[in-house]
Every structure is written in C-alpha cells, then in structure tokens.
C-alpha cells in the first residue's frame, strides 16, 4: 500500500491548484457520507490514496462543495434541491471542471443525469467504473495473494444498477483482486434495496414486519461469503446495522470496493 | 342478408367502441404534460424489443413464456380476425387466401396457438383460483378486480375454443380448403360421419359466435383491467427513455430559483403575464401527467411491481400496484365529472388521503424495482415522487425527521449538522 490509511494523507485542493494555475483533469466530488459518516470517511481516504498512488491529477473543493440536493429532491423539495444544484454548478464553471467522479451512487446519479438539466455541463464516473477502466488499461495493478480465497457477495445500490444499469464494472474490480464472488439470491437488477433511498436514510421506515435492511441483510448472509461489499455509503451504514443486528458484525466485514482496492495496492 | 346483418354489429362495435375512446381522449385532456415524445427511432426500438420480443416478462421465467405465447398467438389471430371482419362485410369466403404460402403459414400458426392459448388460459384461471400466487391476491385488489381478470380470462378461453370450432368445421365440411391447419386436421376426420348441413351450421356457429365476441370483448376492454391488450404497447412507445435514476425537472422551480439567485431580480416583483403553475406536484387527478394516466389504463394488476417492492416484501403498507390502480380509479371517480361539469367540480375528496395515504409515500425508497420490473415500463415512482413534490412543496407536510434534513442542507450543505468547515477531516 502507497500511503498507511490510518495516517494523514494528502490530498489537493481545488482553490489551492486553481490559486497556483493548475487545473486537474478530475474533481473528486466526496459527498456529505465521505466528508461526515465516520465509517465512509475510511472509504474516502481509502480511494484518495488510490488516486494518489495512481498519480491521478484530482483535486476536491473542500469546504465549498456543499450537498448535491438528492436528499431533498427525492423528499419532494425540488425549491431546496435546485438551489443546491446551481449553486454548485456555478462552483463547476468557475472553476472550469469537466470531470467527476464520485463515491456516491446518489451523488453519481444527480450529477450524472438530473444536473445537466440545470446547465451543467460535466461528465461523471462513478469510481467503480474508474477503477475498472484503470484496471483494464493495466494503470492499476493489484496484489491478488493479499485477498485470495476469500468469498465476496457484492450488494448492488440501486442508483447504481437499476437507475444507472451499472452492474459490470464493480464486479470486475473485485474478480480482478482474486476475490470469489458469491451472489446473492436477488442481484444485479434483480437486487434489493437496502431500505436507505429516497431519503429513507434521514427518516425512520414506515411501519411494517420488518425492515428492509435486516432482509437484504439475511440474504447477503445466506452467500456464507466473508465479505460483504457494497460501494455506495448508505448501503454500508444499512448492512453494517444488519450485521450488527445479527450479531455477525466480528465475523463478516462490510466493506466498500475502494477499501478493498486500496488494501491490495502494489 | 348476412353481410347486412354483419356490417350493422360492426357498426355497432365500432361506434360504441369511438364513444368509450372518445371519453377516454376527454379524460386524457385534463391532464398535465410529461415530458415531449421525441426520438421516435429509439421508441420503435425500445417497442420492438420490450413489446413485440417481450423483453421484460421473461424476467418472471415461466409466467413470462406462456405471457409471451399468449401475445404472440393474439399478434398471428389479430390477422385471421381481420380476416373474418373483411369477409363478414365483403360476403368473400378467406380473403386473404390470395397471400398463398403466406397464408398456408399463418393459418397454421393461427390454429397451432389457438389451442396453446386455450390451455394456458385454463392453467391461468386454476393458477388464480386454486394456487395461491402472492402477487395475484393483493389486497388492493377488489371482488370486482377478481371478477373481471375471470371474465377476461373466460371470454378469451371461448375466443379459443370457436377459433378451433371453426377450423375443424372448416376442414370437415370441405373437400378442397386452402391454409394449413396442424392440429385442428388431427381432429376434423372425427366429425367426418355428420351430414354436411350439420358441420356447415357448426362452422357457422362457431363463425359467429367468435367475431361476435370479440365485438363485445372490445367493447368491455375500456372499462376492464383487460385495457391493457390495447393500452400496453402505447405505454411502452411512449415510456420515457432517460435512465429510471433520472428525475424530472420542474422547470417552474428552475425559473423562481432563477430569479431569486440573481441580486438584480431577486427583490423585484414577480413577472407579469406569467401565470405560476396551479400546483407543484400531484394532489389530485387534474395534477397528474398524460403518461401517470396512460401507465393506469396499460396496467393489467399483473403485481410484478409490488412482488418485487422492498416495503412491501417487509410489510409496509406501499403497493405500488395499488398506486397505478388509484390512479384510475380517481380518474373514473372524479375525471368524468370534471368533463360534464367544468374544472370547478369538487367532490371533496383528493387522491392524496381519500386514495393514497402518506404512509404510503413515504415508505418508497425510490429503488425503482417496480419500475425495472414492469413489463410494460410503468413508471410508479416519478408517480410518487410527484406526490411528495406536493405533500412538501405545497402543505409542507414532511416528516419531521426530513424537515430537519432540508434546514441541515439549507444551512451547512449537508444532510446532517456538521459544519462545513470540517468536510476534509476525513483526510487527518
């Protein structure tokens, strides 16, 4: 590994480069999950030292990126979320950016489709198709004996798959550090939600038999993998409850594809 | 004296059949738009693909197959039904005979799938009355729901049964018959000991008993769940065609946030001559979209959406089944008055709350699973989206949890209260 994840890393700023002249070829958009979520905060240093050990020109905005509005467009206050997304689209211009990527499937899935109705004019990646491009091209190579053997059932997030129809780029990342996948009963666009879209994540569910996160959580356990993986930090905050809830938090690991990379970087 | 008495019932059928159309272009009229239909060369494709291959059913392996034989043997029988309507008012015998191997071809795939269809629809109704199949017995679903997926299911089984009548008939009265009839020729000789006038009077029994049924079967469609034999390839051609991720926007908001971002206009009085749109989002039937109503009329109750509906699977009260079918229900309910009485009528009851709660709007979690599963890409939650759209932006009746979200992100950026200042801890 290039960088250790439990030390400080660096990583540029956008208004630090533009200060100086530079402009990176990519903003990598962190989302409120990886700026705030103490468990997707590992997840955003883990793919920042993946871009730093490929040497990517990135930058982050820092404290001026702001949230993207997708919780509140999905809670119906399209007023609230419109003017998230302007705001940010005019951070986009100023600072001349044309590409995204994110780690959020919701962040990827607003910017992606929904901002350029508002004048945006970028292209988005989510980092799972990045990794699997980077992969594929033979810039990233990966230490396969650090995960060798073991079992991963891969959890799709629906904004992801079913909204965006990303289903083949996660898994190649993951067949590609050696891993064995072990699908679960529904997958790819069969797969079910872990409970948190559509702003479910901020709210307690409606009342009912059970909550949507313990099923998903069931099913993913049925795998007998010892990895459960996601990429999305929602699901990882739903199945890591489920774990919990079942007591299985000591013996299966949720953990996010980039974590997975970044631990088999060579 | 037939052709007369034929023509008239054709007449008939079909002036009864432009009434019913005629109310439902009326209902579609009070409804808002949706998005522009354009890209006609995707459309076509995605209706080749979704409709005539029957793409999405086979999602549902065995209930897609026999799915699939049915529409594919309706698509062969809609050519030998025109047939029967060309020779019915033209007094010809086989019209289309003229098309020669053609001919021979489809009649032999008219007469194989009258009989395929004919089983599936008696597995159908054992599989509705005696299996006990989850997604055929929601509780959205009425008496009256059941009633007519059997009168359906019951008018098709004996639209099979005359389709074999005839071709048996057909086979055993003639010497000398054009087309290719499989399996109904494996039949026929057993009939070959009646006398002619019998099997002539058997075949014309069985002539008119089938178009005649089909007449009024044409004339139920309109208020059956069964619209959907009409309704279903419009709904595909017309789906959208942006990714199910994608929201739509509401470009009235764009224009006050617009406006409002701007310091030369943001103190300045609203524009003249710009009427704001009556409502945001949906509180009622007036509120909804052409395609939200088109998506109620293609619906056939089939459950797939709600079988598949992580609330519903874990108990919630969402179906979003039940959401399509409220959708029509208030539009019968509540449309047919708007057009006899003016947009003034009020009955004092709204979709929202008289017909779908806001424990049910609240309870998706936008997977989309609904909408990747319907095999006839009905889109449920733009639908509920749009109701949220409503419930917040004109009562501002969120969920306390949520509203506490939208002062978060109105305040420091994100969902939670942290203050933006620390968004690049995660880097110490």
């Known amino acids: 590994m290039s960088e250790a994840l439990s030390s400080k890393i660096t990583v540029p700023v956008m208004a630090d480069l533009f200060a100086k002249g530079e402009k990176p070829e990519y903003l990598f958009w962190v989302g409120c999950a990886g700026a705030f979520d103490n468990r997707y905060m590992k997840v955003a240093k883990a793919f920042a030292s993946i871009l730093n050990h490929l040497g990517t020109s990135y930058a982050v905005l820092g404290t001026e990126e702001s949230c993207t509005g997708d919780p509140a467009r999905r809670a119906g206050n399209e007023m609230l979320f419109q003017m998230q997304a302007m705001t940010n689209i005019e951070i986009f211009k100023m600072y001349e950016i044309k590409k995204v990527i994110t780690i959020c499937p919701h962040c990827f899935n607003i910017l992606k489709n929904e901002y350029p109705d508002l004048g945006a004019e970028i292209e988005v990646l989510h980092y799972t198709e990045f990794l699997a491009e980077m992969i594929k091209t033979g810039k990233l190579k990966t230490d396969k004996s650090k995960l060798e053997g073991k079992t991963v059932t891969y959890h799709d997030p629906c904004y992801l798959g079913r909204a965006n129809d990303i289903y083949e780029a996660p898994r190649f990342v993951i067949n590609s550090l050696g891993l064995k996948l072990s699908e679960m009963h529904r997958n790819k666009s069969f797969a079910l939600c872990c409970g948190a879209g559509g702003a479910q994540m901020f709210k307690d569910a409606e009342k009912g038999e059970k909550e949507i996160f313990i099923e998903r959580t069931e099913e993913a356990l049925e795998t007998k993998a010892d990895v459960i993986a996601s990429s999305c930090p929602f699901c990882m905050t739903m199945l890591t409850d489920g774990l919990k809830y079942k007591n299985k938090e000591e013996e299966i690991k949720n953990l996010d594809i980039a974590e997975l990379v970044a631990g088999a970087l060579i | 004296m037939s052709q007369i008495i034929f023509s008239v019932l054709l007449a008939i059928t079909i002036g009864i059949f432009a009434y019913s159309a005629f109310r439902i272009y009326q209902l579609f009229k009070l409804t808002k738009p949706a998005y522009p239909v354009k890209d006609f060369g995707k459309r076509i494709k995605r209706t080749i693909v979704n409709a005539f291959l029957q793409e999405r059913i086979f999602r549902n392996r065995i209930a897609g197959i026999m799915h699939a034989l049915v529409f594919w043997g309706f698509c062969m029988i809609l050519f030998g039904s025109i047939e029967m309507v060309i ?315 949520l509203n506490a979200i939208f002062s978060n992100i109105e305040n420091n950026g994100a969902p939670w209260q942290y203050s933006n200042q620390d968004r690049l801890n995660w880097t110490e």
Not at chain 2, 186 to 196: E, K, N, Q
Not at chain 2, 229 to 240: A, D, E, G, L, T
Not at chain 2, 270 to 282: K, L, N, T, V, W
């Open chain 2, 87 to 401: 020779d019915g008012v033209a007094g010809t015998e086989r019209a289309l005979s003229f098309a020669g191997v053609v001919y021979d071809l489809l009649m032999a795939a008219i007469d194989i799938f009258a009989y395929i269809i004919a089983i599936l629809i008696v597995i159908f109704i054992i599989r509705r009355s005696l299996l006990n199949i989850k997604r055929l017995h929601g509780k959205e679903l009425s008496k009256k729901n059941h009633i007519d997926a059997y009168i359906a299911l019951s008018f098709i089984l004996i639209l099979m049964i005359t389709l074999a009548g005839m071709n048996i008939f057909y086979l055993a009265g003639n010497s000398d018959t054009v087309g290719i009839y499989p399996v109904s020729s494996l039949i026929a000789p057993v009939f070959s000991s009646m006398s002619g006038d019998t099997i002539e009077l058997l075949h014309n029994i069985n002539w008119w008993a089938h178009i005649i049924l089909i007449f009024i079967f044409a004339n139920i469609l309109p208020y059956s769940k069964h619209f959907h034999i009409f309704m279903s390839i419009p709904n595909v051609f017309f789906s959208r065609l942006t990714p199910l991720g994608k929201m739509t926007n509401m470009d009235s908001i764009t224009k006050e946030v617009k406006l409002m971002m701007n310091p030369e206009t943001a103190f300045a009085a609203a524009p003249e001559g710009e009427a704001a749109p009556a409502r945001f989002g949906i509180l009622d039937i007036e509120d909804v979209t052409w395609k939200n109503y088109i998506d109620s009329l293609a619906c056939t109750q089939c459950g797939r959406c709600t079988s598949v509906c992580p609330a519903n699977i874990t108990g919630k009260e969402l179906s979003p089944r039940k959401m399509i079918i409220d959708i029509r229900r208030r539009m019968k309910d509540k449309g047919n008055h708007l057009v006899k009485e003016g947009k003034d009528y009020a009955d004092g009851k709204s979709l929202i709350r008289d017909y779908i709660s806001t424990e049910e709007i609240w309870a998706c979690t936008t997977c989309n699973a609904c909408a990747k599963e319907c095999p006839l890409n009905i889109d449920h939650p733009t639908f509920i989206l749009d109701l949220r759209r409503y419930l917040v932006m004109e009562e501002s009746a969120a969920p306390a949890q």
